[in-house]
């Protein structure tokens, strides 16, 4: 079976993701075609990048990822084809895959030449339906592309080490479903520069929601759990007299997460809503 996933930030509310599965049935007939997400922040490149990175180790190697973000072709923004950890990925060349091939290099990218071959009012996504269902009925890169070694970088929003090694600062690159505040800071990271160290997160609570909060977040993180529960640390104490307190862990993609316990967006308020922090505000650990 071959799988073809589908990350756009289309929304689900108009008819443009059921089309878009449509013409891979009409393409392929026999394709799998699974939504990882299409609530993407509209053209939001470091969105996208997180959300394809935390889910498509999950699938079966050969799987086909296409990314429909910020994909109008241009000639500052060409259209992509990777080969990558046995993975298919396309999209445009906006930064988005520059976040997994930071460890790995790629086994090869290509630079899709086929828009000429294309019906006059073909869109991008339908650029990217066809080489999605020729790689995932075992065509080759090359058919569809030149080869190419470069693409575009996320410059922003990197995180920054400091001179002396003591100071990691990172920015904030996703809110999700539960208002937890997802960082650029990754377990590699962390652990190559705390080298075992104590360390302190401090979280600057805007005035607004410093009545809304207990004492106890607006006290440094000083530690790193394993999972959410693992904020109880007294015994004797019900796990629901932590609700609401804050934690830090690294989550299922790697990467540093401030978190409440059992929050809830819609009634209590989260993470990113009572700590006043946002997407691309600054997380900072200071080693000690």
């Not at 070694?149 to 922003?156: L, M, P, R």
């Not at 410093?210 to 019900?238: H, V």
């Not at 862990?249 to 819609?266: D, H, K, Y």
């Amino acid at each position: 079976m071959s799988i073809i996933t589908l990350t756009t930030d289309y929304g689900l509310k108009d008819h443009f993701v059921a089309a878009l599965k449509g013409k891979i049935y009409t393409e392929y007939p026999t394709a799998a075609v699974i939504d990882i997400s299409h609530d993407i922040d509209p053209f939001n490149t470091v969105e996208a990048s997180y959300i394809i990175n935390a889910a498509y180790a999950n699938f079966p190697k050969g799987s086909v990822h296409i990314i429909g973000v910020d994909a109008e072709w241009s000639k500052e923004n060409q259209h992509l084809a990777m080969l990558w950890n046995e993975h298919f990925f396309i999209c445009a060349d906006n930064g988005i895959l520059s976040m997994l091939i930071q460890k790995i290099v790629p086994e090869k990218i290509v630079s899709i030449n086929i828009h000429d071959r294309m019906p006059s009012d073909a869109s991008d996504l339908d650029v990217f339906i066809r080489v999605g269902c020729h790689l995932a009925k075992g065509g080759l890169l090359n058919v569809v592309g030149k080869e190419i070694t470069q693409i575009k970088q996320v410059t922003e929003l990197q995180p920054v080490v400091s001179a002396d090694k003591k100071t990691i600062k990172g920015y904030v690159i996703y809110i999700d479903h539960f208002g937890n505040i997802v960082t650029n800071i990754s377990k590699t990271l962390f652990h190559e520069i705390g080298k075992g160290r104590a360390f302190e997160i401090p979280l600057f609570q805007s005035i607004a929601n410093q009545r809304t909060t207990n004492r106890r977040n607006s006290l440094p993180i000083k530690s790193i759990e394993n999972k959410y529960s693992d904020i109880a640390k007294n015994d004797t104490y019900d796990l629901k007299n932590y609700e609401g307190s804050k934690l830090a862990l690294f989550n299922e993609a790697g990467f540093l997460e401030i978190a409440l316990f059992r929050s809830n967006p819609t009634t209590v308020g989260s993470a990113s809503s009572l700590l006043g922090i946002n997407y691309q505000d600054a997380i900072v650990v200071n080693f000690i």
